[in-house]
């Protein structure tokens, strides 16, 4: 870890609670709303999620699985969204999630009218801002985990 934890304290509960404790609260909020409050179908949301992990680094985001009512994505999905352009296992919705989430980590200058022309239909402006939000959750927070060294010791906020 790159940050020094005093004996005894959970290493993602001090850092996120006890060291900012104006931000960290808010930032763990945000992102357990990120998994509670999601309209998101699993597959496109755990593509995009999963393709932000493999960019990041995080050791923790990448072996996790969402779970909604005690369903998971398959075992082999994690390497269809690094395959995300070739994989016959995605829908249009999931590739554009996966495609979306690397764009958005990596050339978000780059995201130019076919793109969005592609994105539009098939996702409503509301699900493409909660998709983006999503993003931004997961980018900044699993990099942070993955640069401060947390992300051997994270668990989701809530869990």
Known sequence: MNIDIPEGKNPIGYVWGEMVPG?????????QKVY?????????????????????GCIFCQDWRTERDGVTVEP??????????T??????RTRLAAEYAERYAIDH???????????????????VVELSM??????????????????????LPGS
């Open 23 to 31: 931000i960290g609260p808010a930032a763990a909020a945000f992102s």
């Open 36 to 56: 509670s409050d999601t309209t998101l179908g699993l597959r496109e949301f755990e593509a995009a999620r999963l393709r932000i992990a493999q960019i990041n």
């Open 76 to 85: 082999e999905f994690a390497q269809a969204v690094t395959d995300w352009r």
């Open 87 to 92: 994989t016959d296992l995605f829908d249009d």
């Open 109 to 127: 200058h780059g995201l130019d009218d076919e793109f969005w022309e592609r994105m539009s239909a098939h996702y409503s402006q509301a699900e």
């Open 134 to 155: 999503c993003l931004g959750s997961w980018l900044a927070f699993g990099r942070l985990n993955h640069v401060l060294g947390l992300d051997t010791q994270c668990v």
